[in-house]
């Protein structure tokens, strides 16, 4: 039942909770336990006592200082409100007015003064003092909703209601009733006093409220489901609390997914599952029965277009929760998000507060292309209505998040989110440094001056937290794992230095405190370290290799994809990157990471296609082929990933596209399956995985009927005029479809226009990735230029690169190596001359008798390729599509192409100069093909 502690643990889950009140160091690692590794450690070991597991309910300030007004506090235990019209909720509805006047009486409390005086005379009424409870909650919520109303004149902050009752001595007699006779109460009544207590600041497992709580685990199984959901919404909390008393809602919850056939059900098992995602085995059956009755409620309609949002968008969170490790989530996912393209209800305004769910529902599958469209088509008939502040945040992140949207609405985008950081006070900003995050880094913002605002607002707040002895080892992971990737945007160019040594200097302190015991949190010990070695230099800190190597067995997927990125980024840092494989740790690393990559590859429950995907580009991060391991690794996860295709996404796609491009590795079940999926999605997918998908297969020299399938949709896509992507994007997918004749005259217009030409030079100018984008633009553009004067001649494009060829050959160092010299200096020995013309006999021409008698029809012109390995695919290899195109070219111009493939040349076979000289000349003089 994937059960991660023993019942018999959580049955003393009172005391060890109340005994555990400590505020602990500031970087403890146990203020974050996290996941099932967490708690087997816990239960397989004796030696860890409860004082490693923080109390997390509110500190004693946590309210001071929340007026927003000079208004005195009992004046708000008397504004009237007319609760019937927002919120009713009956505790007991067997009970009515001709039978308890009173109870009535309570229910019907408009004010809290009127409340507290009806219970005042009934101290030990359970019934009435549970009822009042409730009866808070709905007078709180009326309130708050009447003060959200901008009209109003009386502004009732949400904590000002919350300090009024709780400073009531009525409200704690009313708590004292019900934790006395909790014995008494039903199911629905015990845990719907969790619930409104919990709304109220107390958490279940309050002094207040022992026996009630533990009342509530003695009689978890037999729990409705109604009750078993609010007991784990009343149960989980912020940063992690409850977790160790979650387990025991797990044999009710399967109970209650098998019998489950209703909308309504499901619900409220959606609800449960979002509570104990985090302590369950992603991958285990608890997760798996919860995702197939969702597959199989969708698939018989009892989930369909008609469902209200609210309720398809509390399924998507749930499944949100198993999105990477679940094989059968994704497909849920889709079936939902499909659902919610072709609603009506998309198109309101109104539901606006579900995009952010939808959006990181979306982002795991990164289909339908149409649903994010739509949103952000309403949150910009939005924002073009308000002066925009940081509170409409979140409705800018429904424009950045989408990688085609247009250049100009991006530039919008970068100045609204400058203005925020430049004026906003820090204190209102602080909540939304993620949502902040995520818009700069999905909308690819160059501007460093926005860029080092960010990461100095990150800073300050996490000092602030620091000198405050608030809770900041969150924030400090999430910064750190964010400051990671986030090098990405500008080429890896950017560094804050006064942030990395902020980090720096807080894992130091981590290492002499906290770290010298044995790694507890796996998670955030792995992530820590991968900002050590990202940006630690040379050597890496003693301890902290061997700390790894000892908890080689408990490393995740996820914990291996980032220690390989921070792996990458301390090489790439280095002037002499030798130097960080030359350290014997970072070796022992390296095999500690290739080994545990294949015992999780190997596993049959924990590897889905997506996370075998982020298996492989950690191998590429980490660049394991330095240490000869990295291909067979290759081999072994695409043939993993061949029998997990029925799991194909368009984000799985991308990633697939994206490691087969840099590996240069092409595999025939895998691309004809993504370029299946692609012909089959294609009104679905983004413009951008489109162009990948077909310039991978020219790159890797595939073809095959589907693809001649694929170059018309690719050509759509390029032909719209908003298609949003990048210019280089434009001019490869453009090589990749000359090559295949399919390049049409209007995209070719398009392009060499001033317009466009204009177009490339903003890019350039303001591009995320400095380093190598503006000249792989220029090389592009260039190569694309000279292919349609050679192939397409009647298109009347003029060749005007030769300048820029002519500075490229002053400028860029040519290639030449052994391989190119000794072809060379063979040709030399076998003609005398490197210029080669044949006659028709097949004899060499003397240069300077063609010059004098010219060129006739019967000569051969021959062009030699020295073609290095660069040029052939990982396996098989196949000729690339850039060398097949100038092969073609040169065919064109007239030229007899000679390729000489680097791995012949080399063979044993051609070890002495007479094998290559004859070698070389059965190339060159062999009898022409007619």
């Known amino acids: 039942m994937c059960h991660q502690i023993p019942y018999r643990l959580i049955s003393n889950i009172g005391n060890i909770l109340i005994k555990s009140r400590i505020r602990g160091y500031h970087y403890n690692l146990f203020a974050t336990t996290t996941s099932y590794r967490t708690f087997s450690i816990f239960t397989r070991n004796s030696k860890n006592d409860s004082h490693y597991f923080f109390n997390c309910e509110p500190t004693d300030n946590v309210y001071k200082n929340l007026l927003k007004e000079d208004r005195p506090l009992s004046e708000l235990s008397n504004i009237p409100c007319c609760i019937k019209e927002v919120y009713y909720n009956r505790l007991y509805p067997e009970i009515h007015a001709e039978n308890d006047p009173v109870l009535e009486l309570i229910v019907n409390a408009s004010t809290i003064e009127e409340l507290f005086d009806l219970i005042k005379g009934h101290p030990n009424n359970e019934k009435y003092a549970s009822q009042a409870i409730v009866t808070l909650l709905v007078l709180k919520n009326a309130y708050c909703n009447l003060g959200s109303d901008a009209t109003s004149t009386n502004s009732v902050d949400n904590e000002d209601f919350i300090q009024v009752v709780k400073s009531h001595p009525q409200f704690w007699s009313a708590v004292e009733c019900v934790e ?39 009689r978890i199984e037999s729990f409705s489901l109604n009750a078993l959901c609010k007991w784990c919404t009343a149960v989980v909390l912020p940063n992690y609390g409850g977790r160790l008393a979650l387990p025991a809602a797990l044999p009710a919850f399967h109970k209650h997914v098998n019998q489950c056939q209703s909308l309504a059900d499901f619900r409220m098992l959606a609800t449960c599952f979002v509570a104990i995602a985090s302590v369950i085995n992603k991958t285990g059956s608890t997760a798996s029965i919860f995702v197939d009755r969702a597959n199989f409620l969708l698939d018989t309609n009892v989930i369909k277009q008609d469902t209200p949002l609210s309720i398809l968008v509390g399924v998507l969170h749930a499944l949100y929760q ?65 002066d925009i502040h940081i509170e409409q945040i979140s409705l800018l992140s429904n424009v950045s998040h989408i990688h085609d949207t247009s250049s100009d609405r991006k530039k919008q985008l970068q100045r609204h989110l400058l203005r925020i950081l430049e004026n906003e006070p820090h204190f209102k900003i602080e909540p939304h440094l993620k949502q902040i995050f995520r818009i700069i880094r999905a909308a690819k913002i160059s501007d460093t001056k926005l860029v080092d605002l960010y990461w100095d607002l990150v800073l300050n707040t996490l000092n602030r937290r620091y000198v405050q002895k608030e809770e900041s080892v969150s924030l400090l992971l999430d910064s750190a794992q964010w400051y990671m990737f986030f090098n990405n945007n500008l080429g890896g160019t950017y560094r804050s230095k006064v942030f990395e040594n902020h980090l720096l200097n807080c894992i130091d302190e981590m290492m002499e405190g906290s770290w010298s015991q044995p790694v507890i949190n796996v998670r955030f010990f792995c992530r820590m370290t991968a900002f050590v070695l990202a940006y630690g230099g040379y050597p890496t800190p003693n301890g902290l290799l061997e700390k790894l190597i000892d908890i080689e ?122 370029v299946d999926y692609a012909l089959k999605k294609n009104y679905h997918l983004g413009p951008s995985i489109l162009v990948n998908i077909f310039v991978l297969c020219f790159n890797l020299g595939y073809s095959s009927k589907a693809l001649e399938l694929l170059a018309p949709v690719t050509l759509k896509s390029l032909e719209a005029k908003e298609n949003g992507m990048f210019g280089l994007y434009v001019l490869e997918a453009s090589l990749a479809l000359l090559y295949s004749n399919q390049l049409s005259a ?45 192939d397409m001649p009647e298109s009347g494009v003029p060749w005007f690169h030769e300048k820029y060829c002519q500075e490229q050959i002053h400028t860029d160092v040519p290639i030449s190596t052994n391989f190119h010299e000794d072809i060379y200096q063979c040709l030399v020995h076998i003609l005398g001359y490197f210029e080669l013309l044949l006659n028709e006999n097949l004899k060499p021409v003397i240069p300077s008798t063609a010059e004098s008698k010219g060129f006739n029809s019967h000569e051969d012109k021959i062009a030699i390729l020295a073609l290095l390995p660069s040029l052939f695919t990982a396996n098989h290899g196949y000729l690339m599509g850039l060398s097949l195109l100038r092969h073609r070219q040169l065919e064109i111009l007239g030229y007899r192409v000679v390729g000489i493939p680097h791995h012949h040349w080399n063979s044993l076979a051609l070890s002495t100069p007479e094998a290559k000289s004859n070698y070389l000349k059965q190339k060159l003089f062999r009898q022409r093909h007619v």
């Open 180 to 218: 006395k006779s909790s014995l008494l109460l039903s199911d629905e009544v015990l845990t719907s006093i969790l619930l409104c207590l919990k709304k109220f600041g107390i958490s279940p497992w309050d002094p207040c409220l022992k026996s009630t709580w533990l009342n509530s685990l003695s």
């Open 322 to 386: 198993v999105a990477k490790n679940n094989s059968s989530s994704s497909s849920a996912t889709l079936k939902i998000l499909y659902l919610l393209l072709n609603s009506p209800e998309m198109n309101n305004p109104s539901c606006v507060g579900y995009f952010d769910v939808i959006r990181k529902s979306w982002e795991t599958v990164s289909e339908p292309i149409g649903l994010v469209r739509k949103m952000e088509a309403v949150s910009c008939s939005l924002l073009e209505k308000l």
């Open 553 to 674: 067995e408990q490393l995740t997927i996820q914990d291996i994809f980032y220690l390989s990125r921070g792996i990458q980024l301390g090489r790439h840092w280095l002037k002499r990157p030798q130097q960080h494989f030359m350290q014997r740790d970072m070796g022992d690393l390296f095999l500690i990471l290739n080994r545990r990559s294949g015992v999780l590859l190997s596993s049959t429950t924990s590897c889905t296609l997506s996370l075998t995907t982020t298996l492989l580009h950690s191998a590429l991060y980490r660049n394991a082929e330095i240490y000869g391991s990295s291909l067979t690794f290759t081999e072994s996860a695409l043939k993993k990933c061949e029998t997990q295709l029925n799991e194909m996404t368009s984000r799985v796609t991308r990633d697939l596209v994206f490691f087969l491009e840099r590996f240069h590795y092409l595999h025939f079940p895998i691309i004809d399956s993504i």
């Open 746 to 790: 209007k995209l070719i217009n398009d392009i060499f226009t001033v317009r466009f030409l204009d177009k490339l030079d903003s890019e350039v100018a303001a591009c995320y990735s400095k380093a190598t984008y503006p000249s792989r633009v220029r090389r592009a553009l260039m190569e694309l230029n000279r292919s349609v004067c050679i």
